[in-house]
């Protein structure tokens, strides 16, 4: 059992160093970390030592760098099974949890809560700590080994004091998530927006690892952004830098849910979509599914709504890369399954509008 949940695994700026480079990279022998981190071998054995006793990083069977070069090397390896990570997505209409190891790899299946007519905050809460203790309580380790829980969901999130300032769902103003789940089930919580806890994996290990600058995009209901500036996620002062969703395109487009016009959510969200092809064809009763087999069928209406949105999300794309300049931009999101309908309008805009792409970009 951890001695004290509320204590971090590591304060010093060395040993988190140190300890990122391997949970993203590792096993890497002694002198990677030296290159990687700018530290000297002193500092790097130094920082590894309590990580070591801990039984953090483990020490794999000696090799030599080269046959008959000097001392035999040790590189260390995360031990996944040491500690484990609960994490909750809070969506629209459920809560989704896992288990994850050290090294972020999925431990138990996905474990889900309808809401339904669930909808207050301190409903939610109440919903959200049972699912966290069924979650603690599928593996024999898990509950003696968690001591960190990952709360992410959509709009305004203040990772601080662990609050949910603003959601586009209602009754969700200023909610203290945190708090309340940590205290009903003993792992010490953080809740943050969900793209921007997207951001962080896909940074450390998915498709940004390696990379000092990142920009990801995410489509689908909502249009969202996250970014790493110097190795670093970056929040803003009040936890909505980036935010390319709320970037305005369009002095005459549709009204945002926040009360802004013309931004890039309110016209190639799964919703605004939606909404521009229903009144295009005069059919308040039109799903999604039914707009993107008209889009395919070739009609018109449809096809100039996705289009809309394919340059919109371009020029917001545009937009972010001229101001931060990253490596890579990662566009993901349950949006990418109709990329084929607003793909090339996406390219087209972000090419006309930003003077040098990232040669990475994705």
Do not use: W
């Amino acid at each position: 059992m951890f001695p004290n949940h509320s204590q971090p695994l590591v304060s010093a700026p060395a040993e988190t160093a140190v300890l990122a480079m391997l949970l993203a990279e590792g096993p890497v022998g002694r002198v990677e970390p030296v290159r990687r981190t700018g530290l000297s071998p002193t500092a790097v054995t130094k920082a590894a030592r309590p990580l070591l006793v801990g039984g953090y990083p483990r020490e794999l069977p000696p090799e030599r760098t080269a046959p008959g070069a000097g001392r035999p090397v040790h590189p260390p390896a995360v031990t996944a099974g040491r500690e484990y990570f609960v994490g909750v997505k809070i969506a629209a209409e459920a809560l989704r949890g896992t288990v994850r190891d050290f090294r972020a790899r999925r431990c138990a299946d996905t474990v889900s809560r309808p809401l339904g007519l669930v909808r207050g905050p301190a409903a939610v809460c109440a919903l959200l700590a049972e699912l966290v203790a069924e979650l603690l309580d599928i593996g024999a380790e898990f509950r003696e080994r968690t001591r960190r829980l990952g709360i992410a969901g959509s709009g305004d999130v203040d990772r601080r004091p662990g609050r949910v300032r603003y959601s586009v769902l209602p009754d969700r103003r200023d909610v203290p998530v945190v708090g309340t789940v940590s205290a009903a089930t003993g792992p010490r919580g953080t809740v943050d927006n969900d793209v921007k806890a997207l951001t962080v994996a896909e940074h450390r290990f998915g498709e940004g690892i390696g990379t000092g600058n990142l920009a990801l995009i995410t489509i689908g209901a909502e249009i969202g952004s996250g970014l790493v500036v110097n190795g670093e996620p970056v929040a803003g002062a009040y936890g909505v830098a980036g935010e390319r969703g709320h970037v305005s395109v369009d002095p005459s487009g549709p009204r945002c849910h926040c009360g802004a016009v013309g931004r890039v959510e309110a016209i190639a969200s799964a919703d605004a979509i939606l909404r521009t092809v229903r009144r295009a064809l005069e059919d308040p009763e039109a799903d999604f599914a039914g707009a993107v087999q008209l889009t395919r069928d070739g009609d018109r209406a449809a096809r100039g709504a996705f289009v809309r949105a394919g340059r919109a999300i371009g020029v917001g794309i545009a937009t972010l890369v001229s101001l931060v300049g990253p490596e890579r931009v990662v566009v993901t999101g349950e949006g990418l399954d109709t990329c084929d309908l607003f793909g090339a309008h996406i390219k087209e805009a972000y090419t006309s509008r930003c003077a040098r792409r990232p040669r990475n970009a994705r």
